[in-house]
């Protein structure tokens, strides 16, 4: 099957919540509640949410800070012109990026379809809708897909009877030289916080090692939680490959994670 961009606007479903009064609010989800308008500044203008998208989305002084920072870590030629966010959720991070005006094309990437539904619903709430492309699927299929067809030359790799397999849409069809990744994946549960330094070969569903796996050979930025093993992290580039950033990111003098920028690494 061919992967396609998302035409319009996904319908919002009973999970895409808008809550208005603390009393309505789950009692797990009242605490990030409280921070809504550090999630999200226009909460008030009807901002939607999955209950589980609550705890996922980058605040926004942290999503608009991260925009502005990965685009001066790509100062490489050729100038990277697409950002694809993989991990899009809510989109904060997504919004952040149209909002930046650095990129000529902004993707973001969501596999779930209630949440993307919130996500394309709160762009359009911040004026930034028609400045990005939705992508209803994995990310790492997506990646796969894409890494796929340059490696055949531009052409889609071939199955039995010739079927070609890991097709992509043509506006989907970026330059991976072109192209800068960010991901903030799940970090699989709060079991992090108990850490004091948190193993991320245990992050559920993806461990670091198969994020970068699958982001490589492109330059990424991965948002990990700020207790991560930063070892673990150099560990990953070889000597003499680039330098590894890892930034903190802090909220009111609290760290709500950290983000590791990767550099392109081919072998």
């Given at each position: ?61 942290v ?10 870590h790509?100062?490489?030629?050729p ?21 930046s ?17 919130c ?16 992508v ?39 330059d991976?030289?072109?192209t ?5 994946p ?24 198969a ?27 070889p000597?003499?490959a ?9 909220v ?7 983000v ?7 072998e």
């Amino acid at each position: 099957m061919e992967l396609r961009p998302v035409e319009g606007q996904l319908p919002l479903t009973e999970q895409c919540q808008h809550y208005d009064d603390l009393d309505d609010v789950p009692s797990h989800l009242q605490k990030y509640w409280h921070q809504r308008y550090s999630i999200f500044y226009f909460y008030d203008y009807d901002i939607r949410l999955t209950d589980d998208a609550w705890f996922g989305v980058t605040p926004e002084p942290v999503a608009l800070q991260i925009a502005k920072d990965i685009a001066s870590h790509t100062t490489s030629t050729p100038r990277k012109g697409t950002i694809i966010d993989l991990f899009a959720g809510a989109g904060g991070n997504t919004i952040a990026f149209a909002l930046s005006e650095k990129w000529d094309r902004v993707i973001g990437i969501e596999r779930d379809a209630s949440t993307l539904a919130c996500a394309q619903h709160n762009a359009a709430v911040y004026g930034v809708a028609d400045a990005i492309t939705w992508v209803h699927a994995d990310s790492l299929d997506f990646l796969s897909r894409l890494k796929a067809y340059h490696h055949a030359g531009g052409k889609g790799k071939k199955g039995r009877g010739g079927k070609r397999l890991g097709e992509l849409d043509p506006s989907l069809q970026v330059d991976p030289s072109e192209t800068v990744l960010f991901a903030s994946p799940p970090w699989g549960g709060v079991s992090y916080r108990d850490q004091d330094v948190f193993d991320l070969s245990t992050m559920e569903p993806y461990s670091l090692g198969a994020l970068h796996e699958a982001c490589r050979p492109m330059e990424h930025a991965l948002f990990l939680p700020r207790t991560s093993d930063l070892r673990q992290i150099a560990e990953l580039v070889p000597e003499g490959a680039g330098k590894v950033e890892a930034v903190q990111y802090c909220v009111e003098g609290a760290s709500k994670g950290l983000v590791a920028y990767m550099p392109a690494v081919t072998e």
